[in-house]
């Protein structure tokens, strides 16, 4: 891919992901697949979500850190990975975006920060297919920074 392409399309994962978004997150408990809707920013290759460590998903992707996203018009895989807890002095910068971003339901009673296991799962794309307006483009971020 071109660099201006790859620029186009990076540029329009943020239009698209960089505010808060329902993804479809899959992972896998041996052989069986699970995937539930959740709400995720993205930034720099990467979706956060906010979770709880004693989560399915977090179980799940603390043995195989492989899985599968997809959204508005997105494929994707990715690499999961704990932050740790959302008060962690290194998550602080992230923590007060995520709160900006997931604002509208951030204090609903849905997240307490208190709790040690309230943590921030970090996605890191490995690759994904990103469609927009008929034009289909093929990112890989193995090689990359985003």
């Given at each position: 891919?071109?660099?201006?392409?790859?620029?186009?399309?990076?540029?329009?994962?943020?239009?698209?992901?960089?505010?808060?978004?329902?993804?479809?997150?899959?992972?896998?408990?041996?052989?069986?697949?699970?995937?539930?809707?959740?709400?995720?920013?993205?930034?720099?290759?990467?979706?956060?979500?906010?979770?709880?460590?004693?989560?399915?998903?977090?179980?799940?992707?603390?043995?195989?850190?492989?899985?599968?996203?997809?959204?508005?018009?997105?494929?994707?895989?990715?690499l999961g990975e704990s932050?740790?807890?959302?008060?962690?002095?290194?998550?602080?910068?992230?923590?007060?975006?995520?709160?900006?971003?997931?604002?509208?339901?951030?204090d609903n009673g849905h997240?307490?920060?208190?709790?040690?296991?309230?943590?921030?799962?970090?996605?890191?794309?490995?690759?994904?297919?990103?469609?927009?307006?008929?034009?289909?483009?093929?990112?890989?971020?193995?090689?990359?920074?985003?």
């Amino acid at each position: 891919m071109e660099q201006r392409e790859r620029e186009k399309a990076l540029e329009i994962m943020k239009q698209r992901f960089g505010c808060d978004t329902l993804i479809a997150l899959a992972t896998t408990a041996g052989e069986i697949p699970f995937v539930r809707a959740v709400n995720s920013y993205y930034e720099d290759g990467s979706f956060y979500v906010i979770t709880h460590a004693l989560s399915d998903k977090m179980k799940q992707l603390g043995k195989n850190p492989c899985a599968a996203i997809c959204g508005d018009w997105f494929t994707g895989h990715a690499l999961g990975e704990s932050l740790g807890w959302i008060r962690l002095p290194e998550n602080a910068d992230l923590a007060d975006k995520l709160r900006a971003v997931f604002d509208e339901w951030y204090d609903n009673g849905h997240v307490d920060e208190s709790d040690k296991n309230t943590v921030i799962l970090k996605l890191r794309l490995t690759d994904c297919t990103l469609a927009d307006h008929g034009t289909w483009y093929q990112l890989d971020f193995t090689d990359s920074k985003e």
